[in-house]
């Protein structure tokens, strides 16, 4: 944003005085505001306002600034990046010489000036060495020359000596060149930001607490030690980027890049865009994004490129092909960020679904985007990015409210309520590990740890560490018992998960008993002893009380009471017994779908004894012909439970057109699942799309 038009000043109000603008200045906001909608509403304000000037006659300014207001509002939302922002302002806040907070051009004066004076002084002094001793003046010379290579005249930032390439960054041989080769220097504003951001890291007095590490890798870890080698909250310098990463198929989180520093990142962008001045300057059209996008993502793959430079690329990629409407584009851009950086690919993920629901109108695409957002949100759940996958698993229900698919509903209500759930356990068990570093034998702290680690991250090495710290006596000695499980019969540790099992509430008690449950399969009993069906019966207790939202699809359930059609009764994703063709839905199997073709001029069906266990029945009734076919006569889809009929699709004729269902069966004793044919049945391949039972109730208005 060089010359003299000034849009931070025109636009958005900021004088030259504030210029560059703070994140929070940027977006209008107090400084250091946490609140994420406030964050996320100002965000939303500012690049509303800005879309007007990106057809006008300065449409590189109007873009450059958009993009510095994505990359403000990802720092401001992300609580980890925010708090290490905050804490370079606060060093930016600290009192300074008065010439640091003087206008740029000022400076640039003064420093001429001085220059100028030391220059003089210099001459002075060297002729009347030569005057004073001839013999001498060569030494002199040397002790002299060096002097307008120093930052005499510069104040360095907040009192602190510069080396190494900073140093260089900092110390431009004249003005001139420091002004005019955009290549190597930044502008005088943006260079104090520079500085300012890209200190030492080892401020202890200022710098929080290091970030949690759940899962703290092999080995034993001793909660009382410093955590020194967690990822600190500083962000790296470009001295760390440097290290060639080749990403490949077993990169992980600990061989990838670090996120590059926020000076890092200007310095990259100004040389990107200088690169690519002319593809900015039109990028204004769809066309014209798509194909910037492109070349940014092409030069971002690059294997020998600098990594900050690389990051910037994508991240530009990914937020030009985003406005730009080409969601294939975009998610490239974004799998390719994840290939070479420890990024939270679902936080871009989420950024995209929240576009896309903002152009999205008809109600059968907001049932695909819903469908979309819910399995970004169980993926994000298995990466363990517990925030992401609430905020994504929010968004999927307010997706699948527009959708007005019942089905939809219900399964994003559910999996909101799963994602909120572990990311409430996930800071917990974060809060419990800070506090341990202090008081590695808090109780309390010590349980809240290990019981995450174990039922959660699955990683009992680590969480029996901590459960053997546990205020809770019963559950340290299963701890105990798990850490000697070597030399400890599996029943006896199944009996003390058991044992807690029988005394917990809520999902500690599926919990327990499904650790139980792990225990008593292994163990070896003499058949027909009370100790065998013992533990015979419990097994089968855990198997009869799963968690509130696992699924149990009916195709595993066995089935009674058949009436069979022309091509018999068929589970697993097949038509019918007799023509086993794979039931196949706009191109994709159905693996857990039920086929039941009705006889015609008759119904078909299968009854399953649910015993009153579950509380809601989930899925949707289709025809599996070829697209564009037509059954014989129309087809209707019933259930009923005891007898009672609870739900009728409408009558189906077309191939291909899914009606979906949710339904409350708490209570039911016998589900039914029903197909009717009133005429002739050709081509009436009635098929049920994954029906299957939760235990959790309540989720659906009970129809009287």
Not at 278 to 296: N, P
Not at 504 to 522: I, K
């Amino acid at each position: 944003m060089m010359g003299e038009f000034d849009p931070y000043h025109k636009w958005l109000g900021i004088s030259p005085r504030d210029q560059p603008p703070s994140h929070y200045r940027l977006l209008g906001i107090d400084e250091y505001e946490s609140d994420p909608e406030v964050i996320e509403a100002a965000a939303e304000r500012r690049m509303s306002f800005l879309h007007q000037y990106v057809t006008g006659d300065h449409i590189a300014d109007a873009q450059g600034l958009l993009n510095e207001l994505a990359a403000a509002r990802v720092c401001l939302l992300d609580p980890k990046r925010r708090r290490t922002y905050d804490q370079q302002l606060a060093r930016l806040a600290k009192p300074s010489s008065s010439l640091s907070h003087r206008p740029a051009r000022f400076r640039i004066i003064l420093m001429s000036v001085a220059l100028s004076a030391i220059a003089v002084l210099i001459g002075v002094f060297v002729f009347l060495s030569r005057v004073r001793d001839t013999d001498q003046r060569g030494n002199v010379a040397n002790q002299t020359i060096s002097t307008p290579n120093s930052n005499a005249g510069i104040p360095p930032s907040n009192g602190r000596e510069l080396a190494g390439d900073e140093a260089e960054l900092s110390r431009p041989s004249n003005e001139s060149d420091a002004l005019n080769n955009s290549n190597e220097v930044v502008s005088d504003a943006d260079q104090q930001l520079v500085l300012e951001d890209s200190g030492p890291s080892n401020e202890s007095a200022t710098v929080e607490p290091p970030p949690i590490v759940i899962d703290p890798g092999p080995g034993k870890p001793d909660p009382a030690q410093n955590e020194a080698d967690a990822q600190s909250n500083t962000p790296p310098t470009v001295t760390e980027q440097a290290t060639t990463v080749t990403p490949n198929d077993e990169t992980t989180a600990d061989t990838k890049l670090k996120i590059p520093d926020e000076s890092s990142q200007i310095v990259a962008q100004r040389k990107i865009r200088q690169l690519f001045e002319k593809d900015f300057r039109y990028a204004s059209r769809t066309e014209a994004k798509t194909t910037l996008a492109k070349k940014l993502l092409e030069l971002g793959k690059q294997k020998d490129l600098d990594p900050s430079e690389r990051y910037v690329s994508l991240t530009l990629a990914q937020e030009l092909a985003d406005t730009a409407a080409d969601d294939q584009l975009a998610e490239e851009s974004v799998t390719e960020l994840d290939r070479w950086y420890d990024v939270d690919v679902f936080a871009f993920k989420h950024a995209i679904l929240r576009r896309q629901f903002r152009l999205t109108r008809q109600p059968e695409a907001f049932s695909k985007l819903a469908e979309k957002a819910l399995q970004n949100a169980q993926d994000a759940l298995r990466a363990r990015r517990y925030e992401s996958a609430s905020k994504i698993a929010a968004l999927s229900q307010a997706i699948a409210r527009k959708s007005k698919n019942p089905r939809l509903l219900v399964e994003t209500r559910v999996v909101h309520d799963r994602t909120q759930q572990l990311r409430d356990e996930s800071i917990d068990a974060m809060n419990a590990r800070k506090l341990l570093a202090t008081q590695p034998l808090d109780g309390r702290a010590n349980d809240t740890l290990g019981h995450f680690l174990c039922f959660v991250e699955n990683d009992w090495e680590q969480g029996t560490f901590y459960l053997a710290r546990s205020d809770h006596e019963e559950i340290k000695l299963a701890a105990q018992l798990e850490q000697k499980q070597n030399t400890t019969d599996a029943s006896q540790m199944g009996d003390a998960w058991w044992k807690l099992a029988e005394r917990a509430t809520g999902e500690r008690r599926q919990r327990y008993q499904q650790r139980a449950r792990h225990w008593y399969e292994q163990a070896t009993t003499t058949p027909g002893t009370f100790q065998q069906k013992l533990i015979a019966s419990r097994i089968q207790q855990a198997l009869e009380d799963p968690f509130s939202d696992q699924k149990f699809f009916l195709t595993d359930l066995p089935e009674f009471d058949l009436i069979l059609g022309p091509w018999g009764f068929a589970k697993h994703g097949k038509k019918g017994a007799y023509h086993p063709d794979p039931i196949m839905v706009h191109g994709s199997h159905v693996e857990n779908g039920i086929g039941m073709h009705p006889p015609g001029g008759g119904h078909s069906r299968a009854r399953y004894n649910l015993g009153g266990k579950f509380g809601t029945l989930l899925g949707g009734a289709v025809l599996a012909g070829a697209a564009g076919s037509s059954g014989e006569s129309p087809v209707t889809f019933s259930i009923l439970a005891d007898n009672r009929v609870l739900w009728t699709s409408k009558p189906q004729q077309t191939a291909q057109q899914v009606e979906d269902f949710a339904i409350d069966i708490r209570d039911v004793e016998v589900l039914e699942l029903r197909t009717t044919c009133p005429g002739g049945a050709n081509n009436c391949h009635a098929c049920w799309i994954d029906p299957y039972v939760i235990r959790e109730g309540g989720l659906v208005r009970r129809k009287r």
